[in-house]
């Protein structure tokens, strides 16, 4: 029988491979420009930022604050060395941007579960569900302006949908760590459990009979934003209780998914202009 050698190479022997262990993939951190974005993560979840990178003369302004929290929280920060002079000129010209060069790293939430978002009674408050949003600077601006008006959650769809990138990140401005997201599978099966903790699902569509008008912040609600080119899929408008629209009354019949999603939630979040 061949000898089970401690060494390879040895005559005579034969090298048995061991088994390896298969680890989980480490969560990559994101690098994140927009320092209003990354002042939020250190305000709100330190232990997942790792690392400030400066460019050199971006030590004032919003980027300075971050330094400093940064260094308050014992979380390095690096200064990179400085840059040709060619590279100089244009740095001057983007200071206090967010395409300065400096960046952070940050690991991405964890997303929140469905029983978190929904509890089994609720009586009030807005969320929302994005059935596949492809942009990620919709997604990104949906999470600021949903963050502004206190909405108390968000569903996305884990398919056909934009990943939670740093674009995401850094276009919500902050509002990525305000905002309790779920990201789901069956965006159905999700409905059907808000449904069941007492909120009512409302559709949008430019195709609706029904204009936004004619419903109000009388009860909990789930706005649901479609696709920026196909709207909501049909098994999702079939589990709407309205489906409702914004009626133009201008030359231009269409909007953005982020714009129309900004007008619902402020027109429904019990902290937008129309609440009592």
Not at 53 to 79: H, K, Y
Not at 122 to 149: K, M, S, V, Y
Not at 174 to 180: F, Q
Request: with cysteine; aromatic share 6%.
């Amino acid at each position: 029988m061949p000898t089970l050698c401690i060494l390879a190479g040895t005559p005579g022997c034969r090298v048995f491979d061991t088994p390896t262990l298969i680890q989980e993939p480490a969560l990559v951190a994101l690098e994140l420009k927009n320092p209003h974005s990354v002042m939020a993560a250190l305000k709100s979840r330190p232990i997942d930022v790792t690392e400030i990178r400066l460019t050199a003369g971006s030590s004032q302004g919003n980027w300075g604050d971050v330094a400093d929290e940064a260094r308050s929280q014992r979380i390095p920060v690096v200064i990179k060395k400085s840059a040709p002079q060619k590279m100089k000129r244009r740095q001057s010209e983007d200071q206090g941007r967010r395409t300065a060069g400096s960046v952070a790293l940050v690991k991405p939430r964890n997303p929140s579960t469905l029983n978190d978002l929904f509890p089994e009674t609720e009586t009030g408050g807005l969320w929302l569900a994005l059935d596949c949003i492809q942009d990620p600077h919709n997604i990104g601006a949906i999470f600021r302006t949903a963050a502004f008006f206190g909405v108390r959650g968000i569903v996305l769809t884990k398919d056909r949908s934009a990943p939670i990138n740093a674009t995401v990140y850094d276009v919500a401005s902050g509002g990525m760590e305000a905002v309790p997201f779920a990201v789901e599978t069956n965006l159905s099966r999700s409905i059907t459990q808000a449904k069941e903790s007492g909120v009512w699902i409302m559709g949008t569509s430019e195709h609706a009979e029904e204009d936004v008008s004619t419903y109000s912040q009388d009860r909990p609600w789930m706005v649901v934003i479609g696709n920026e080119e196909k709207g909501l899929r049909r098994l999702t408008l079939e589990q709407c209780d309205v489906v409702t629209r914004l009626t133009p009354t201008g030359i231009v019949d269409s909007l953005n998914a982020s714009v129309a999603a900004g007008i619902m939630i402020a027109r429904f979040s019990p902290f937008g202009p129309g609440a009592k």
